[in-house]
């Protein structure tokens, strides 16, 4: 199994970033996936979360400013970053099946500059 996050980079606040997530050797459309993201010197926390039936969950701190999606057909996951905050500032990771079993990416850099 192997998740390749990309579409990180710096963006000033307020700004919009969309990241990307291609899957292989998984279908995304049958499990459980994801976004985390660890800050500098932090845990790494929950982002937002599809299931297999398309409901989605976001964290407190994303809610209305970030959207979750995926495209079944092109296996990929997505995360649509609105009003960006320089404590959004961390490194994104995509997972699958879950956070303590499930398979993670090797994370993209979101910088949001003040």
């Known amino acids: 199994v192997q998740l390749q996050a990309s579409g990180g980079g710096l963006v000033q606040a307020g700004g919009s970033l969309t990241l990307s997530c291609a899957a292989s050797g998984i279908i995304l459309g049958s499990n459980f996936v994801g976004w985390y993201r660890q800050a500098p010197a932090k845990q790494r926390d929950f982002v937002a979360r599809i299931t297999s039936g398309g409901r989605t969950n976001y964290a407190d701190s994303v809610q209305g400013r970030f959207t979750i999606s995926r495209d079944n057909a092109k296996n990929m996951l997505y995360l649509q970053m609105n009003s960006l905050k320089p404590e959004d500032t961390a490194v994104y990771y995509c997972?699958?099946?879950?956070?303590?079993?499930?398979?993670w990416g090797q994370g993209t850099l979101v910088t949001v500059s003040s």
């Open positions: 997972n699958a099946g879950g956070s303590v079993t499930g398979y």
